[in-house]
């Protein structure tokens, strides 16, 4: 899989885990995690390279740790079982 189809994967799944994913402009950062009316939002700039951001999704459900119980594809654990070593 390429950066691009690891970030299509780990986006839906955040959405599968009840996060909303927007794509925005945003300046000087590629995205974050924060809370908007009371639902959690993922924010990813559109600017920003695939594999920047695969990481910092991926960075975002290894703190929420409810991955464990969710299938997914082995080339998207293994990314997220990389990731978590770097």
Known sequence: MNDQQILDELEALLETLGVRVRHEA???SP??????NGRCTMFLDVSAQP???ARLCA?????????????????????LEKTASD
Do not use: F, H, I, Q
């Open 51 to 53: 594999s920047d951001l």
């Open 59 to 79: 960075g975002e459900l290894r703190k929420r740790g409810d991955v464990e119980a969710v299938y997914l594809k082995p080339e998207v654990r293994r990314y």
């Open 26 to 28: 945003l300046e000087n």
């Open 31 to 36: 995205g974050g995690m924060c809370t908007v």
